[in-house]
T-cell receptor, first 110, second 116 residues
């Protein structure tokens, strides 16, 4: 099956810093989503981005489908950005089942 | 518009007990999913329902059964709970795009289950 690898596994930054999270996947996909899991365990949709670039405030994401990777950029980090960021990919076959990466744990210190 | 709702939020079971986790969505989505998340890991698919009246196994279906009660509701049943089923369970639903169309999944708040 498709493999999803996220890097780095852990990232510790000071408030105000910028960060880049990477997601590599092993096969062609037609769905890619980025989620933020907050300290209470909720999964929050950040981006639906099977290809191209999107921006939402301090966050932006780019997916290069032909090279099988996606990047999530967080600028001017705030402590509320702390949590785990997941990348998940879906393929056309099988009703769009999502396959998740292991996540990147981001800690923003004040 | 509540999105995806799940009940209960927390549950503690003894080994061998049974229970049903409930999930409902009010977004008129065709597809619904059950995932589990173990500590320090990403989510893994247990079962899914591509449309009302159909269900299929995902990556980790052993020990579970599902029922797609109607378009809104998709339940997950543990017939004889085991400690290995201690996990957080998430339900999700997907916008009704066709292949190549819009296919975003939305998740409920989760059910934290402990099996002693």
């Amino acid at each position: 099956g498709i493999q999803v690898e996220q890097s780095p596994p852990d990232l510790i930054l000071q408030e105000g810093a910028n960060s880049t999270l990477r997601c590599n996947f092993s096969d062609s996909v037609n769905n890619l989503q980025w989620f933020h899991q907050n300290p209470w365990g909720q999964l929050i949709n950040l981006f639906y981005i099977p290809s191209g670039t999107k921006q939402n405030g301090r966050l932006s994401a780019t997916t290069v489908a032909t090279e099988r990777y996606s990047l999530l950029y967080i600028s001017s980090s705030q402590t509320t950005d702390s949590g785990v960021y997941f990348c998940a990919v879906g393929i056309i076959q099988g009703a769009q089942k999502l396959v998740f990466g292991q996540g990147t744990r981001l800690t923003i210190n004040p | 518009n509540a999105g995806v709702t799940q009940t209960p939020k927390f549950q503690v079971l003894k080994t061998g007990q049974s229970m049903t986790l409930q999930c409902a969505q009010d977004m008129n989505h065709n597809s619904m999913y059950w995932y589990r998340q173990d500590p320090g890991m990403g989510l893994r698919l247990i079962y899914y329902s591509a449309s009302e009246g159909t269900t299929d196994k995902g990556e980790v279906p052993n020990g579970y059964n599902v029922s797609r009660l109607n378009k809104r509701e998709f339940s997950l049943r543990l017939e004889s709970a085991a400690p290995s089923q201690t996990s957080v369970y998430f339900c999700a639903s997907r916008t009704s795009g066709r292949a190549g169309g819009y296919n975003e999944q939305f998740f409920g708040p989760g059910t934290r289950l402990t099996v002693l």
